[in-house]
């Protein structure tokens, strides 16, 4: 059973980061770009005292997942426009970009934003959601 995705939002003046961990593959881009600011060995993990307001904004744009987000103070994260767009990560998920809606198999839906990472390799512990299982086993696909 999926359970109700945990978020977590950092502050710092005017900018909010949003992380949301049900989203993440761990493709580690985020803290191997910016490490000052994105460390899992440190609780809490981002520090958005860190590095300057576009700097940190240039690599939450990098996140893969859409895990990560960002907006300023009172409003809501940017939202995707456009067309949808599926790509294939090498050894990795199926990334959506843009909205769309997961229809599950006991017949609830969920509404997804930003981009989604579906599982490919069938190892994730929240399918049909990619968790970053693939490195673990070592998929290749």
């Not at 910016?34 to 300057?52: I, Q, S, T």
């Not at 990472?117 to 299982?133: M, V």
Request: hydrophobic residues 30%.
């Amino acid at each position: 059973m999926i359970t109700k995705p945990t978020e977590r939002t950092y502050k710092n003046g005017e900018l909010e980061v949003l992380w949301q961990p049900a989203k993440c593959i761990h493709s580690k881009i985020c803290w191997n770009g910016l490490e000052e600011v994105f460390n899992p060995n440190r609780r809490p993990w981002v520090d958005l005292n860190a590095a300057d307001q576009e700097t940190i904004m240039k690599q939450v744009d990098q996140c893969p997942s859409g895990a990560l987000s960002y907006s300023f103070k009172g409003q809501s994260p940017k939202a995707s426009t456009g067309a949808i767009s599926i790509q294939v990560l090498p050894n990795g998920p199926l990334l959506i970009n843009g909205n769309c809606t997961v229809n599950m198999p006991d017949g609830s839906a969920q509404e997804q934003e930003g981009s989604t990472a579906l599982c490919r390799c069938g190892a994730s512990a929240n399918k049909p959601f990619c968790d970053g299982q693939h490195k673990k086993i070592g998929f290749e696909g």
